[in-house]
């Protein structure tokens, strides 16, 4: 496919976010079933090393929209859980790419899943339609005896997993908040008068992993891989990680294949829709004219570690290594597996603003992946996310530069892993003295990015009880 450069005339941008999908589940290869996004990916670019700032919700998708980092916009947890004083943004506080694009002319629209902020008004962000109520797919769960409950003692039961009720004679009943994006989508293409943005946001996969029979059934149960560090002790790991394992440790293996089955079902659910809604561009005569992108807030443990759900805390590749698939439009640049860029949601915001040539956000702690998008050489970069602890109250940050990570544990155990030969995270050389260069280095950078984002609580901290670190800031 061949198309004329992106700035002429202003693209539309179709921006899809998905909930708890990481990026092993939609790699290429994976046991999860996903023609459309793999077809969306071969036209586009798929980045292997996209991060999330941080693995819950509500951060991850406050610096989706300004470009910031937790440290800087505030949102250190889910917007239902604190006092909203403590975990709020005021409209002016800080600019979405969301008002850049309205001032730039943009029709804007914005349907299901939010949790950005408290207020659900998000006329004042910048886009003139939204809905908020549309965020899940709506059916009877089937009592089968599919379910899987988390039981705990004196904690609520917790559904993991179902399936449901489906009548496979009929068409797939529709994601509403893709039936929201389409309809605006082809409005907005009828009137072409200006360019568009629309956001389709979902709640799946977030647990429970509930997709309809005819997805579930597509996946032999015993074939199901498990991962490699399902039953690991994290000798070396922070003991929260091996209290957190307790609460799963009575998941038998045909358990988690269950599980793991159930959540690959939904994603095929939203590859569905997510075809639906390329279909809808293609008959609407827009495809040319509109660049499409896919990611997710943060990912899902799916077993790695013994954990499951998003693992709040523990920072790992199955909850950091998030999806994005972008296609410009025209497919300028496409058909590439990005394995070397570091890419991050607080990318995002300048990437859109630089592809529609909207006015930028000053200050945005992103950068634009417009060259890696368009094939051009680009400086891979590094990676870097933090923590508040959300209501455990700990901290970590993390920092990823080439094959290597590290993670700052100040209330536990530091780690430190070469990704490409213990891609699962399996052995912590963080006290190995042959990795002792790295680890200083991979500090040293958490530092400097502590100061350039005016992270000042861990930076300035001095009190002799609160040096933890390998090697201090002035290091």
């Known amino acids: 496919m061949k198309g004329t450069p992106v700035s002429e005339p202003a693209p539309n941008v179709l921006l899809i976010i998905a909930d708890h999908a990481n990026a092993e589940s939609l790699a290429p290869g994976s046991p999860c079933l996903k023609p459309n996004l793999d077809r969306l990916a071969a036209e586009g670019v798929r980045f292997h090393r996209c991060r999330t700032p941080n693995a819950i919700c509500s951060p991850a998708r406050a610096s989706l929209m300004t470009g910031l980092f937790p440290s800087a916009h505030g949102i250190w947890d889910c917007t239902h859980t604190q006092r909203r004083g403590w975990v709020d943004l005021a409209p002016g506080e800080f600019p979405f790419f969301s008002e850049r694009l309205a001032e730039a002319g943009y029709r804007t629209g914005y349907f299901g899943k939010w949790h950005v902020e408290s207020s659900g008004r998000l006329d004042r962000f910048g886009w003139a339609e939204y809905d908020l109520d549309v965020h899940h797919w709506r059916g009877a769960a089937a009592a089968d005896g599919a379910a899987i409950v988390l039981r705990t003692p004196g904690y609520p039961d917790h559904r ?15 994601h509403p908040a893709f039936e929201k994006g389409i309809e605006f989508v082809r409005r907005a293409a009828a009137g072409g008068d200006r360019p568009f943005c629309c956001v389709i946001s979902t709640s799946e996969p977030h ?109 790992y590749e199955p909850v950091h290594n998030i999806p994005l698939i972008a296609r410009l439009p025209g497919g300028r640049g496409g058909g590439r597996e990005d394995r070397a860029t570091e890419a991050n949601l607080v990318d995002l915001a300048p990437t859109l603003l630089d592809l529609c040539g909207a006015r930028p956000i000053a200050g945005a702690q992103g950068r634009s992946l417009r060259p890696a998008l368009e094939g051009a050489p680009m400086d891979p970069g590094e990676n870097y996310a933090e923590f508040y602890g959300q209501r455990f109250v700990y901290t970590t940050r993390i920092v990823w530069q080439g094959d290597w990570k590290y993670i700052f544990n100040p209330g536990g155990v530091d780690e430190l892993y070469n990704l490409a030969e213990d891609p699962h995270e399996a052995r912590n050389r963080a006290g190995d003295p042959d990795c002792r260069a790295v680890l200083l280095d991979l500090t040293r950078r958490m530092w400097a990015r502590m100061k ?10 001095g009190y002799p009880t609160l040096r933890t670190a390998p090697i201090g800031p002035a290091g």
């Open 160 to 174: 993991l997993c179902g399936v449901l009720a489906d009548d496979e004679s009929r068409p797939l009943p529709p």
């Open 207 to 315: 647990d429970p992993y509930t997709p309809f029979r005819r997805f579930l059934s597509r996946y032999d149960m015993d074939g199901i891989p498990l991962p490699p560090t399902l039953r690991n002790p994290a000798t070396d790991k922070p003991e929260i990680v091996r209290r957190m394992q307790r609460v799963w440790s009575g998941l038998t293996d045909a358990d988690w294949r269950r599980l793991r089955a159930s959540y690959w079902a939904v994603l095929s659910q939203l590859d569905h829709e997510v075809g639906r809604a390329l279909d809808a561009l293609r008959e609407a005569g827009i495809e040319d004219r509109t660049a499409v992108l896919f990611t997710s807030d943060h990912g899902d443990m799916l077993g790695a570690h013994g954990l499951g759900t998003k693992g709040v805390g523990t920072p």
């Open 452 to 461: 350039a984002l005016g992270d000042d609580s861990l930076l300035k901290s």
